[in-house]
């Protein structure tokens, strides 16, 4: 009896080590698999310091004025000033916020009114804690601005219908929604319609179609039932 104990006990023991050991594994290659897959050779160090975009730009927009500044986490391969660039294009998109009155905008080196940074997986995990528990895979909006996983950025999303690049935009416009007042979040208004910026479309979009502007192409909302 003791015997077969002690059998079973390294059993399981095995069995644990084995199954631990896979999920590390597929876990790892899961990640590395996924992470290396856009061939710019991003790894997963996460310094958690960080660069600020330099440039500055030309308030525009409609609304109360934002000013904002761009950090990017030390070593992973994206550029400060481009990502700056980036999202002042996104910010200034005449289907965006500040085309339709919703706020205007401003880059910023110095004493920004919110800071959007670019960070690694941990990093932004750690960063968005308080808000709640991001799992290595969502962006967030926090006290003192938005915070973006890289993963994100670089890769995009499963449930959006577009490349990393345009994905990017609904990063920035949803976090910015929140930014500029808008707490709640949306749900799907209907099969095949547009999914709204503020659903949380990564979490599946209830029928809709992936949408990344506030606006459609004629200036309307793109609304939705309230959600959460
Ligand atoms: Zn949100």
């Not at 590395?32 to 975009?53: C, N």
């Not at 994100?152 to 935009?169: N, V």
């Amino acid at each position: 009896m003791a015997r077969k104990r002690g059998s079973e006990k390294r059993y399981v023991g095995r069995a644990v080590a084995v199954l631990f050991g896979c999920l590390a594994l597929a876990m790892a290659a899961g990640g590395f698999v996924r992470w290396q897959d856009d061939g710019k050779g991003g790894d997963e160090r996460s310094p958690g310091t960080f660069t600020q975009a330099r440039a500055t730009g030309q308030a525009f927009g409609k609304g109360p004025l934002r000013r904002y500044s761009v950090q990017v986490e030390d070593g992973t391969g994206v550029s400060a000033e481009q990502a700056a660039r980036e999202i002042q294009k996104i910010l200034a998109h005449p289907r965006g916020w500040a085309a339709h009155g919703r706020g205007s905008f401003q880059l910023v080196a110095d004493r920004p009114d919110f800071t959007v940074r670019i960070a690694t997986p941990d990093t932004a995990d750690r960063l968005c804690a308080p808000v709640g528990d991001t799992g290595g895979e969502l962006n967030c909006e926090v006290g003192d601005g938005v915070v973006v996983n890289l993963r994100r950025w670089k890769l995009g999303s499963p449930t959006f219908d577009g490349p990393p690049a345009a994905y990017r935009h609904l990063i920035i416009n949803h976090e910015v929604g929140h930014e500029i007042g808008i707490r709640g979040h949306l749900g799907c208004p209907g099969r095949g319609r547009p999914a709204p910026v503020m659903m949380q479309q990564i979490k599946g979009l209830d029928g809709c179609r992936s949408n990344a502007y506030p606006y459609d192409a004629a200036g309307r909302y793109v609304d939705g039932p309230p959600a959460d």
